[in-house]
């Protein structure tokens, strides 16, 4: 209206949205009176429409057309002489929609592009419950959206935003750390809560007793009201005129929204949304996982490591696989990961995959493609050799593929026993031991079996005669988490290749797909996972690890040099599981379809799944 801007683009989370946005602003233009005292230029000609947009080629001013535009996805301001918001356009979209290439020509023949992007609340509950579709969001809004203005030229933004969930789209832009380029302010109900804890609490329960009854709040308030100034005893509220008709200010509205529902509060009126109650506080962070960078590049392996493990994971449309490299005190490094076919991008998910194994095997069944991808990558991994940073030549010692999957068993199976590499790769199976369940300390050993520390290798017989290790996945969730916890620089520590962060963000993603949960019985504490409600991963996903296991179990093991809650532990404490020397072997731990992929990675090899 002032002419400060030519082409205004307004975006929703969808379409949707995004056309009610404009229709609130029609709704102005079309009725405000105030509106049309200030800026008859540019009311009077809209009131004049009627709101029939047809009647919009045949206006005209003086003779003269105005150009006006009156769509559902768009209004164009009509071009008087004199106004300085002659032709100025305001077009609409939803963040997931076709934005790219906005441009407008005017009716003096100049191409504009917007100069100014208003994002109201782009994500939307479901969105903020995946981050992979947060990803997908912040990805539109760094290119499509502030490319808008084109070649040479700045574009402003501005975003009001809605935190929903810890990690999602609002709360990453909100973080100056992560996008120095947003100008990111929280804003809040209260700044600060009051002080008076025991008079707040009376007036919970007088509250919520009145409410049972069906009564409302007025006793509840008349309590507040005799004693306001205690209970509002250091209080600062952002707004002190918002409150209800039947409340007496600000700091009670306020406090009603909290006793009403707590976590919504925090997230939609203090934009800090707290962690689910099932979820512990020494839970790792995405963010806090993939700065546990350390400088190498890909595919090194650094100085004191004498071990490398590799894990592969079988899904129906890739295989995904990590290489970990150990030292003798379970210090661990990433320092390769990925999926075959590559994808060819850091951030996917198995939904939407473009080079799958059915492309990449044209012509072959689901089993042939899963062969033919094990054989190509083993090769690849297994045949080549990895350099040490003191120049030392060393190969993967032990891989291990997942063979859970009923539809790949078989062909996994298979794959193990006719492989150039047979004496490296074993197929493997994870089970969920919880507290009730018979430990693996408990099982009766069979004559033939291999028994290690909450891992066995079953004497087998029959069609799949290849010999196999099964493992306790809560055990080794638990075990990789004190690894993944471990601050870096103490032995113990696993890291991740290269100095970018934001190179690992889909990798630690899959590992903090799930939260833990202890639960009692049989005089046992057990910690398992459990899948976020976030869907972190849209789709399937497990945790892959290489760990050292000994040979026999002697009881609880002493993971000790890792300064981690008490436990220490030496590689050379463990023996292999075919007991030639000290050797490696590489586990798998499943993890419900819609959780993180990468638990294990602190034993050994982490995750990368989509």
């Known amino acids: 209206m002032f002419g400060h801007r030519e082409f205004v683009c307004l975006i929703g989370s969808d379409e949707g949205h995004a056309m009610d946005m404009l229709e609130s602003i029609k709704t102005e233009l079309d009725g405000n009176g105030l509106l049309l005292e200030d800026f008859p230029e540019v009311v009077y000609p809209v009131q004049c429409l009627d709101g029939i947009a047809n009647r919009c080629s045949g206006q005209l001013y003086k003779g003269r057309r105005t150009h006006i535009g009156w769509t559902a996805r768009e209004i164009v301001l009509p071009t008087v002489p004199g106004s300085v918001a002659s032709g100025a356009i305001i077009k609409v979209a939803g963040l997931t929609c076709r934005i790219r290439g906005m441009k407008y020509k005017r009716a003096d023949g100049r191409a504009v592009r917007p100069s100014l992007v208003v994002l109201d609340d782009p994500q939307t509950d479901e969105s903020a419950r995946s981050l992979s579709q947060c990803a997908t969001r912040e990805s539109i809004l760094a290119g499509a959206v502030l490319g808008l203005a084109g070649p040479g030229k700045k574009i402003s933004g501005i975003m009001p935003c809605t935190v929903i969930r810890p990690g999602d789209m609002a709360d990453n832009i909100l973080d100056r750390q992560k996008h120095p380029e947003w100008n990111g302010e929280r804003t809040k109900m209260l700044y600060a809560f009051p002080t008076n804890e025991n008079l707040w609490a009376k007036y919970a329960e007088i509250r919520a007793e009145c409410l049972r009854r069906g009564e409302g709040i007025a006793e509840a308030t008349e309590l507040y009201r005799q004693h306001q100034k205690a209970m509002d005893e250091g209080a600062v509220v952002a707004w002190p005129e918002r409150y209800n008709h039947d409340e007496v200010s600000a700091v009670q509205h306020a406090m009603n929204l909290k006793l009403q529902d707590e ?68 210090t661990g490094y990433v320092v390769d990961y990925g999926s075959w076919s590559d994808q060819r991008r850091e951030y996917f998910t198995l939904r939407d995959a473009r080079l799958t194994l059915a492309m990449k095997v044209p012509g072959a069944g689901l089993e042939g493609s899963i062969y033919r991808g094990l054989e190509t990558l083993i090769a690849d991994r297994l045949g080549r050799e990895w350099r040490r940073d003191d120049g030392a030549v060393m190969r993967i010692e032990r891989c291990l593929i997942d063979a859970n999957w009923g539809n790949s068993t078989d062909v996994v199976y298979q794959f193990c026993r006719q492989s150039p590499h047979a004496a490296v790769v074993m197929p493997s199976h994870g089970r969920f031991v919880g507290a009730s369940s018979t430990p693996f300390s408990e099982y009766r050993r069979k004559r033939g079996d291999r028994v290690g520390h909450n891992w066995r290798i079953p004497n087998v017989q029959g069609r799949r005669a290849v010999r196999h290790v099964v493992f306790d996945t809560n055990y080794w969730k638990s075990f990789v988490h004190a690894r993944l916890a471990t601050p870096m620089g103490d032995a113990g520590c696993l890291s991740l290749f290269g100095s970018d962060p934001k190179r690992h963000r889909l990798f630690a993603d899959h590992i903090t797909a799930e939260y833990r949960v202890k639960t009692e019985g049989r005089g046992r504490v057990v910690t398992s996972g459990s899948s976020d409600q976030r869907s972190r991963t849209t789709t399937g996903s497990t945790a892959w690890s290489a760990v050292p296991w000994p040979r026999r179990s002697r009881g609880p093991c002493c993971l000790g040099r890792t300064r981690n809650r008490g436990h220490h532990a030496r590689v050379s404490d463990f023996r292999s599981c075919n007991g030639a020397g000290d050797r490696w072997a590489a586990i798998r731990q499943n993890v419900p379809q819609r959780s993180n992929a990468a638990w294990s990675a602190a034993s050994g090899a982490a995750s990368i799944s989509a």
């Open 263 to 330: 976590a919504a509060f925090f997230a939609e009126y203090q934009n800090e949304p707290i962690l689910e109650e099932d979820q512990e506080d020494d839970a790792l962070r995405p963010d806090q996982l993939a700065a546990e960078t350390n400088g190498l590049g890909r595919g090194v392996v650094p100085i004191g490591c004498n071990h490398l493990t590799m894990f592969i994971d079988v899904q129906q449309k890739l295989l995904f696989y990590v290489v970990a490299a150990w030292a003798d005190d379970f």
